[in-house]
């Protein structure tokens, strides 16, 4: 099996460092599903309850991992534990390892404001933050170390709202009231500004909580097709309810149930397997829809 | 059967009606009492003027003074104490940990304590152990001891009232703490801060008992902090209490502390709009 | 860029300097409490050392210029000036929070409510006076001397009446709505609903609203000290002044010395232990009434 050059040295940099011209070889795939989150056997507790127990799975660059399962699975703890908002929950115990590129981030080494800078979060509900459209993007931005102290920064500053705004789709219809309060935005409007709130710390991974299960159906289509834009320059986890949204946007599928009392992943893999051919009993019957 | 009970449920509501219109009719009379005795002899001067002829004429220009000054020394002392201890019991210790338990308990006890002892322990440690004597100094940090309790349970309770999502979104975007607590949390809390600040500012000016021994009873314009001086409502109590033919000017001193009150009873309401007010309204 | 190790937890350098200034506020705002009962104790130990307790039950009478300190006059007045104001500002007070919850039209109970709450902020100062000039005089006409009991009463009333209705009105609002509903669905008519499903039901909140109100009406010193006369001297009916224990300290603390002074603070220090008992009386009452309601 041939490697390109420069891939013998980084296995891990795929799309990121520069490839040398060299002579032209087949080989595999330059974008073999490489992970960047990789947990093992991780276990969560709130006080006596067990919410998930040994999950194993990764989660690979560039592409949308669905969480899929009934209430009460865990997924939404889940998603917590990968950015350390756990850490927010004083009766939550953490056994296990989450690994993001390669370190696990529960040594007590880890910045937890760079990790959080790294992986975004976007909730079920839009808390779009109680200030101006423009503060609530530059108000993160100016925690992590842009402020509006010299001309340079005050020019970065505007280029990133910008350039955020037009990414989620937001620009045009904002970009005459950028100083009006966030709360006066459309439901959906609102989901679209806190994604963009996120996107504009240029995090690596977007972890998302049923993020268009609190809007209508026509902003639920339209975040929804942002997500799928986002793919590729971003690591999207998503946590739905909706099995229909999860085949058309997801690429990989993890479905969660409830055994024993506690959370436990039942099946992972490519999304295709995981609605056509899943190998587990109750995965099949959870997406028939005869069971959850 | 019917009868019987559709009788006792219009006693029920007759009596009811009774009580309420007692209530109102007292109140409408002590109103319409204080500002038949008051109105004509407030004006312009009255308010500037200082006091002739131990408060029988001239007005309460000095005295309005010394209760400013009073006051402003109680919030200096009381505010930053009082809204440091609700930022840390609202948002960076469990209510089941040592330390918590202990400072509310305090303040509870704090809540508690009748005028009349803040007084006196106004008198015996501020007056005579700290030496400041009777003392506008002396009479304000009293007073910032028994506004404690009041700016820290509105405080918390404002904080409190921020919707959890808020903190959890501003974690999730890797802000610190103390930076949304800044931007996000004290912003968004302003309102129910501000409501309380005023409710401490009319207790405040309320207050006697714990004046008489710890500011005195001076009633000319104060030179300094270390001077003495006498607050509205201790002139009120005095005009009656001690001056024979006082009662006029007593009524137009009642009618502008009750005005005071008045008007800030209703930016309380006018900011306390929206949250749930039983919770910041003194019981 | 996350590796390093500039950072512990999630608590950032600048949280932590943060949190040592928080918990100084806190610190000192806890010590006031200690300090005042430090002060408390230390200006009534003379007293408590010289004079045994049961003098004050069992001397002559009040005279602390010849040394006898006989507190129970005083005891009884506080006693029945707070028992008659409490008789009644109950009935008023919680009639009238009945009115606002259950009998009144939306903006009349706004109205009402509003009227309570400034009558609740009108200084204790003022009541005294308007009592003076108006309640006294009329109170002469009927049985000389003004100056009595039934002014001391009438006067608390109308100053503890707020305080019951503004607690005993966030109790039976608090009441569900399916009470309510399942009550009017059997066929009871309003009363009926209300004297047996609501009071019932808000029983503990209105308690501990009485209890709280019973606190204030002990504590109270200057409306009391304008209206009531101030003899030392038992009751013998509603028409004889009488002068409570806080009122007494605002007497004679201007030239009160050594162990007369002494005393005034012991019974600073009994006020104060009395008042507290109470709110903690009601706040533990008002904890046990919510678990109450959310087990059920």
Known sequence: ?292 | MNKRLLYRDHLAQWLIYLAVLTVSAVFIWILSDLTRGGITHLSWDFLTESPHDAGRSGGIGPILISTFWILLVALTAALPLAWTAAILLAEFVSSSSRFGIIVRFSLQVLAGVPSIVFGLFGNAFFSIYLGMGFSILSGGLTLACMLLPILVSTAKAGLCAVPQSYRLSAAALGMSKTASLIHLLLPAAAPALAAGLLLGIGRAIAETAALIFTSGYVDRVPGSLLDSGRALALHIFDLSMNVPGGDQPAYASALVLVALLLCINILVIKFAYGLQRKRIMPV | MIWSKRNILFFSVTDKLVLIVLRLGAVIAALVMLLILIFLLTESWPALIQITPTRFLTDASWHPLESTYNLTPMFSGTLLASVGALVLAIPLGLASALFIVFYASARLATSYRRLIELLAGIPSVVFGFWGLTTLVPLITQLHPPGASLLAAILVLTLMILPTITLTAFSAPQAVPDEFLRGATALGLSRWGMISGVALPAARIGIVAGIILAAGRAIGETMAVLMVAGNVVQHPAGLFDPIRTLAANIALEMAYAMGDHRAVLFVTGFLLMLLIIILAVAADWLKKNSQDWSASS
Not at chain 1, 142 to 156: F, K, L, P
Not at chain 1, 255 to 277: D, H, M, P, S
Request: glycine share 6%.
């Open chain 1, 1 to 292: 099996m041939t490697m390109y050059p420069s891939q013998s040295a980084k296995k891990n940099n795929c799309c990121e460092s520069a490839f040398t011209l060299g002579p032209l070889h087949t080989g595999p795939a330059c974008c073999d599903p490489q992970p960047v989150v990789q947990v093992e056997s991780l276990s969560l507790q709130y006080g006596h309850k067990m919410a998930l127990e040994n999950v194993t799975l990764d989660i690979y660059r560039g592409y949308i991992t669905a969480l899929i399962g009934p209430s009460g699975c865990g997924k939404t703890s889940f998603l917590s534990a990968l950015n350390r908002l756990v850490d927010l929950i004083p009766a939550c115990r953490v056994t296990g390892r989450i690994r993001v590129d390669g370190r696990d981030i529960y040594e007590s080494a880890c910045d937890v404001q760079a990790l959080r800078r790294q992986i975004g979060m976007i909730f079920q509900k839009p808390v779009p933050f109680p200030l101006s459209i423009r503060r609530n993007i530059a108000l993160p931005l100016h925690e992590h170390g842009i402020r509006q102290r010299s001309e340079v920064d005050a020019i970065v500053e505007q280029v990133i709202v910008e350039q955020v705004l037009r990414d989620v789709g937001l620009w045009d219809e904002v970009c005459d009231r950028l100083d009006a309060a966030a709360l006066s935005l459309s439901g959906g409007q609102q989901q679209r500004l806190c994604i963009a709130r996120a996107l504009a710390l240029s995090p690596k991974i977007l972890l998302m909580d049923e993020p268009c299960s609190a809007l209508d159906p026509i902003a639920s289509g339209v975040v929804e097709d942002l997500i799928s834009r986002l793919s590729g320059h971003y690591t999207i986890v998503l946590v739905t309810h909706n099995l229909a949204q999860a085949k058309r946007i997801a690429n990989y599928a993890a479905f969660f149930w409830v055994k024993e009392r506690a959370g436990q992943l039942i099946e992972f893999g490519r999304c295709r397997n995981i609605f056509e051919t899943p190998t587990h009993e109750l995965t099949a019957a959870y997406v028939n829809g005869t069971r959850g």
